[in-house]
C-alpha cells in the first residue's frame, strides 16, 4: 500500500501500533487512490501527545470526547480516534454517542463502526492488512453489511441510513437483506438527525456515480418520503411516452444523474413541481412555477446557503423557458441577460434534462441559448448595469436626478441587450439624451 512517507515516519514513533483505517484502506482494495487519511490505534490522547512533543508533527484536539485528534506532518493532515466503545441515548437515532469507553481491544472498536467494508484496518508499520469482520469479501463483492445486527447500527445512529444510501451512490455497492430490511424499519430514526447533516450526506450522494440505484433505495426505504417527501409525490406522475421513458420521479434521478457537479440538486429538484400542478390545474403546465417555490423551501428546510437557495430556485423557474425552441431573438436575448449570472448552469440543465428523458439525443434550446449568448459576447453587450461604459454620474450630468437615473440605466441595458445600439460611451449617450427628449427617466411620454 502506498503511504505518504510522513505517515511511515509517524508509525515508527507512536505510543502503540497505529492502523489506518476506513475509506482509505476499502479504497485501496478497490484499486481507488484517496488523500483522507483516517488512523486509529490504543492509544489515549495525552499518550499522543506526549510521544508526538518535540517530534515535528502538531498535534491539536479535535473532540476529545471521541479522543478525536488532527495530527499535522510532512504536508499531510491526519485524523486519529484512539479505539473505543460506544453507546447511545435509548430509542433516539441521534448522530453522536452519549458515552464512550476507550479500550485497547481493536475488534470492539471495529464493531463499533457502521459498515464491514468500513472497518478493515491497515497497520502501518507491519504492512499487513487487519480484517476482523470479513470485509475484504465485502469490499470485493461489493456488499453493504453492518458490523452489528443492523437495527442495533441504525438504532444508534440514524445517520448511517443516510450513509448507506451514500456508499451505494458513491460505491456503487448494495446493501444486504438485513440493512435494507433495518434502514425501511427504523428510517424514522432520520428525523433525529439535524437537517445540515443530512444535507451533507445527500450532497455526497448527489455526488457519486451510481445515483440512480442510491435513489431508488432511498424510495424503497422510505428515506425519500422522509426527507423530500415533496419529490416522493412525483412517482405516480405518468409522463407522454414519446417525450419520456420515465415517469416524473424517475426522470429526476435521471436527470440528475446526467447533471454536471454543481448542478445536481437543482436537477434533482427541477421537476419537483409536477405533482402539485397535476393536483391544482389537472395538468403540468405550471410545475417550474410551483417547482421553484417547493424548491426553495426544501432548500431552506435543509440549511442550504442561502446563495445555493437562491439559484436552486432560479434554475428550476427558468428551466422550461421556450421549451419549443422558437422564441424569437430578441426575447432570448433578454432571457440570457436576465438570467446571466446562472446562464451557464440553466444551459447544462436544459442539456441534462433532455439526457434525463431516456428518449433525446439533442437539446435544440440549449444549443439556442449558447448560440445566443456567444453571439451577444462577441458583440460585447453588457449584461450588468457595471458593464455599461457609462454610469450614474453621466446621466445625473444630463439634468435628471433620484429614480430617474436608475431608469435610464435600465433602458441603456435594455438596448445594447436588444441590439438596438452599442456599448460605447458615444452611443449610450446618444441613445440617452434620445430617452430624455421622449420624456422616458421622468415617468412621462411626448
Known amino acids: 500500500m502506498q503511504l505518504p512517507f510522513s505517515l511511515e515516519k509517524l508509525a515508527e514513533i507512536f505510543p502503540e501500533r497505529l492502523y489506518l483505517v476506513g475509506g482509505a484502506v476499502r479504497d ?6 484517496t488523500e483522507d487519511f483516517d488512523l486509529a490505534s490504543a492509544a ?12 515535528g508533527f502538531k498535534v491539536c484536539d479535535s473532540s476529545p470526547k471521541l479522543g478525536t485528534l488532527i495530527i499535522s506532518g510532512g504536508g499531510v493532515r491526519f485524523e486519529h480516534t484512539t479505539f473505543r466503545t460506544d453507546s447511545y441515548p435509548e430509542g433516539s437515532g441521534v448522530h453522536k454517542p452519549d458515552q464512550v469507553i476507550f479500550t485497547t481491544d481493536i475488534e470492539k472498536d471495529c464493531r463499533r463502526r457502521d459498515f ?51 456508499f451505494v451512490s458513491t460505491l456503487g455497492f448494495a446493501p444486504d437483506y438485513e440493512a435494507a430490511q433495518a434502514a425501511k424499519e427504523l428510517v424514522g430514526r432520520l428525523a433525529d438527525v439535524s437537517k445540515e447533516r443530512i444535507r451533507d450526506e445527500l450532497d455526497k450522494t448527489l455526488a457519486g ?76 403546465h405550471r410545475h417550474a412555477e410551483y417547482g421553484a417555490i417547493t424548491a426553495k423551501e426544501i432548500t431552506k428546510r435543509l440549511k442550504y446557503p442561502n446563495a445555493v437557495i437562491t439559484e436552486t430556485e432560479i434554475l428550476v423557474r427558468e428551466h422550461m423557458y421556450d421549451i419549443n425552441a422558437n422564441a424569437r431573438e430578441s426575447k432570448l436575448r433578454k432571457f440570457v441577460a436576465r438570467n446571466y449570472a446562472v446562464i451557464d448552469k440553466l444551459i447544462a440543465l436544459v442539456r441534462a434534462d433532455s439526457a434525463g428523458t431516456g428518449v433525446f439525443d439533442d437539446c435544440p434550446r440549449a444549443d439556442r441559448f449558447e448560440a445566443t449568448l456567444d453571439k451577444m459576447k462577441k458583440e460585447g453587450v453588457p449584461f450588468t448595469l457595471k458593464q455599461l461604459k457609462v454610469n450614474g454620474d453621466d446621466i445625473k450630468s444630463l439634468g435628471l436626478k433620484g ?31 434620445r430617452s430624455l427628449k421622449n420624456g422616458a427617466g421622468t415617468g412621462g411620454t411626448k
Open 403 to 433: 429614480e430617474s437615473i436608475g431608469r435610464v440605466l435600465g433602458e441603456l441595458l435594455d438596448g445594447c441587450v436588444e441590439g438596438r445600439f452599442g456599448n460605447s460611451r458615444e452611443e449610450l449617450l446618444a441613445a440617452a439624451k
Open 28 to 33: 485501496h482494495i478497490r484499486g481507488v487512490p
Open 116 to 166: 464491514c467494508c468500513n472497518a478493515i484496518y491497515y497497520d502501518v508499520k507491519g504492512k499487513r492488512l487487519v480484517d476482523p469482520l470479513g470485509g475484504i469479501a465485502d469490499v470485493e463483492h461489493g456488499i453493504l453489511r453492518t458490523t452489528r445486527a443492523a437495527k442495533e447500527v441504525f438504532c444508534e445512529d440514524g445517520l448511517r441510513i443516510m450513509r448507506l444510501i451514500r
Open 209 to 284: 456515480g451510481n445515483l440512480c440505484n442510491a435513489m431508488e433505495l432511498a424510495l424503497d426505504t422510505g428515506v425519500l418520503g422522509e426527507i423530500l417527501p415533496e419529490l416522493a409525490e412525483n412517482e405516480s406522475v405518468l409522463q407522454p411516452k414519446q417525450f419520456h421513458a420515465y415517469d416524473a420521479l424517475r426522470h429526476a434521478f435521471h436527470t440528475a444523474a446526467a447533471a454536471r457537479a454543481d448542478i445536481k440538486l437543482a436537477a434533482l429538484l427541477h421537476d419537483v413541481g409536477k405533482a402539485e400542478a397535476i393536483k391544482k390545474d389537472g395538468n403540468m
Open 44 to 55: 489515549e490522547p495525552k499518550a499522543v501527545k506526549d510521544a508526538l512533543a518535540g517530534s
